[in-house]
């Protein structure tokens, strides 16, 4: 999925008087299933369109999505595992994700 895309669905869901978070990965060390720039849209009722990694981090994006979604406040999430926990979270040889998390208007 492009961020045209994506920016496209945030224009609709808002349109829809839908309230929605729009989630950035804005860093990467190691391994990263999903490049810098690639991103997640949630919307309250935890509709999601787009990708920030996947396994247990993208749950948890998803779950810090509604907290910023009801707060505004935006929120830089980082995500790191040992090579030894690396499948268990969906990052298959260990890494780093910085994942930036806005409520989009």
């Not at 929605?20 to 919307?43: E, Y």
């Not at 509709?47 to 406040?73: K, P």
Request: glycine share 12%; proline share 3%.
């Amino acid at each position: 999925m492009n961020s045209e895309d994506i920016l496209g669905a945030t224009e609709q869901w808002l349109s829809e008087g839908r309230h929605c978070a729009l989630a950035t990965v804005i860093a990467t060390w190691g391994s990263s299933p999903r490049p810098i720039g690639s991103q997640l849209l949630v919307d309250e009722q935890m509709n999601m369109l787009g990708s920030v990694s996947g396994g247990c981090i993208e749950g948890s994006v998803v779950q810090e999505a509604q907290n910023v979604i009801s707060s505004g406040t935006p929120k830089v999430l980082e995500f790191g595992v040992t090579n030894d926990e690396a499948w268990a979270v969906g990052l298959a040889c260990g890494g780093t994700v910085r994942v930036f998390v806005e409520r989009v208007e």
